[in-house]
Structures are given as structure tokens and as C-alpha cells.
Nanobody, 124 residues
Framework: QLQASGGGLVQAGGSLRLSCAAS????????MGWFRQAPGKEREFVAG????????NSADSVKGRFTISRDNAKNTVYLQMNSLKPEDTAVYYC???????????????????WGQGTLVTVSS
């Protein structure tokens, strides 16, 4: 199970840190990703990292502003979001895929497990 938290209302230019806690004792075997879905839009990849955290990837729209990280000792993955823009408003989901490779999946159907989502609203 994945439990996402940390969403909220923030002004443009502000910051938020999302957390995703996993219950699996084998958390370190999983690549992790963050996706988001705005009203009327498809779910899109935001950022991901490999099981070890050694490889990361992020969407062009968030590069330089969002940072993904993980703490395998705490079974938690984070998404630090800085310089938020109104267009970042969406429900953010964390996802997990069992993967022993450095490759980071970027499509929703490549992931095995999903959290419930946390709403991020950025006001202008």
C-alpha cells in the first residue's frame, strides 16, 4: 500500500513537499514515480527514480523546480516542489513498480501499485 500526503493550497512561487509512505518491507526493490492529473486531463508523469535512487527522471515542465528522492530506511519517497505555478495544480499520485534495473518507467500502465492521491492547488 502507498499513502500519499503533503498536498495543500499554496501561492504561486511557493513550495510543498509531498511524501509517499509504503507499507512493503521490500520497498527498496521498487522504482517509484510521481504522476499528476488535472481536471479534464490525462494522468502525466512528473518524476521518478530507480530502486536505489541512483537514477532519476523528470518531466520537462518541472525540471529545475521539482526534486524526487527516497529514504529506503523509512519506506518513503518524496517530491520537493519549488517555484510552484498555477499550472501545477492537480491531484498528485505516487506509484511503485518492482524493478531491479536503473530504468525509470514513465507511463502509468507500467506501474504496479498506486497511492490514493493528494491535491495540490496553486493560486495565482
Amino acid at each position: 500500500q502507498l499513502q500519499a500526503s503533503g498536498g495543500g493550497l499554496v501561492q504561486a512561487g511557493g513550495s510543498l513537499r509531498l511524501s509517499c509512505a509504503a507499507s512493503a518491507r521490500t520497498f527498496s526493490w521498487y522504482a517509484m514515480g510521481w504522476f499528476r492529473q488535472a481536471p479534464g486531463k490525462e494522468r502525466e508523469f512528473v518524476a521518478g527514480l530507480s530502486w536505489s535512487g541512483g537514477s532519476t527522471n523528470s518531466a520537462d515542465s518541472v525540471k529545475g523546480r521539482f526534486t524526487i528522492s527516497r529514504d529506503n530506511a523509512k519506506n518513503t519517497v518524496y517530491l520537493q516542489m519549488n517555484s510552484l505555478k498555477p499550472e501545477d495544480t492537480a491531484v498528485y499520485y505516487c506509484a511503485a513498480k518492482r524493478s531491479p534495473t536503473p530504468r525509470i518507467p514513465t507511463r502509468p500502465n507500467q506501474y504496479d501499485y498506486w497511492g490514493q492521491g493528494t491535491l495540490v492547488t496553486v493560486s495565482s
